[in-house]
Each structure stands twice: as C-alpha cells, then as structure tokens.
C-alpha cells in the first residue's frame, strides 16, 4: 500500500505503525537466447529468444555473445518467429570482417 492510498483516520494515532519503503523496481531481465536443434534437419541449429514459444522444451541458454557466436558456425540460424532474428543477425552483420 503507498502513502497517496492512505488516510489518516480520525481520532486514531497511526504512529506505531511500522513502516518500510518498498525496494525500487527490479532491474530489467538480461536479454537471453536459447539454441536448439533444428527440427528440420540434423546437424543444424536454431537460435530463438528465449521467450519464444519454440524455445521451450529444452535446448542451451546462453548470453548475447554467446548467441551471436552460435550463429556463426555452419547450419546455424536465427529463428524468424521471435526477435532472433531482427537483433542477432544485424549484430552478427556488424561484426563481420572483425576479429
């Protein structure tokens, strides 16, 4: 309950009320990814968000890095059905030609 919830009442002392701040909002979740087998063919992968509905069922989390290395071994792919594919693979693009 907040203070602009409250009112005091009258007559009754809320002074022996104790009383704590809330914690502040909790920080926002590190991007994850989750890479799987693909079901269309062995030997090669799909890397999803991992809040992707094919996500689920199994497969390796990994981190961003993680994830955009995964994308660059043979038969790797980004899934299209989440956001893999619109932020990994232009993060992937950018660093071709490095390292």
Known sequence: ?????????????????????LPGPPPPPAPGWVVRPAPERRGRTVVHDAACRRASGGG?????REAVDALMRDG??????????????PALELGQGHG
């Open 76 to 89: 790797a792919r980004a899934c299209t059905e989440c956001d893999a594919a619109a932020v990994l693979v």
């Open 60 to 64: 390796t989390e990994l981190g961003t």
């Open 1 to 21: 309950m907040t203070d602009r919830q409250l009112t005091p009442i009258e007559g009754v002392d809320l002074s022996g009320v104790p009383t704590r701040r």
